[in-house]
């Protein structure tokens, strides 16, 4: 599999931001893999976000960590929808934890 172009530059920081967010969240596991023709990253934390939080999660500027930060989910969200024409989503509960997804189309090597 091989993405092309700035495509490529935009998984990456699509992928680097997920492993940072990981890293800063204290998550407890990040799965890659690829479902079809999908590039699919998930990343899941034990614990679970309050309503409010789950509101404003994507928004630009939002963060839970204090000022002067709120970029990560708001460009994650940014490049894999709009650069990438992907999905960004989460599932969250006090059982489960909580789990965000990104998934995107990645194009198969022709050989060239």
């Known amino acids: 599999l091989c993405i092309a172009g700035g495509e490529r ?8 931001g997920q ?5 800063t969240a204290q998550a407890s596991a990040v799965a890659l893999g690829r479902e079809r023709a999908l590039k699919d990253l998930q990343l899941h934390n034990p614990g679970s976000m ?3 939080v789950q509101l ?7 963060s839970t960590k204090g000022n002067g930060r709120g970029l990560g989910c708001y460009s994650i969200k940014l490049l894999t929808e709009r650069y990438l024409k992907g999905r960004v989503s989460f599932t969250t509960s006090d059982t489960e934890g909580t789990t965000f997804r990104t998934r995107y ?8």
Not at 9 to 16: S, Y
Not at 56 to 62: E, L, N, T, Y
Not at 105 to 112: D, I, Q, R
């Open 9 to 16: 530059d935009a998984a990456l920081e699509v992928a680097f």
């Open 50 to 52: 309050p309503r409010d």
């Open 105 to 112: 189309p990645v194009a198969l090597e022709t050989g060239a």
């Open 56 to 62: 404003q999660v994507f928004q630009r500027s939002f």
């Open 19 to 23: 492993q940072l967010d990981a890293v």
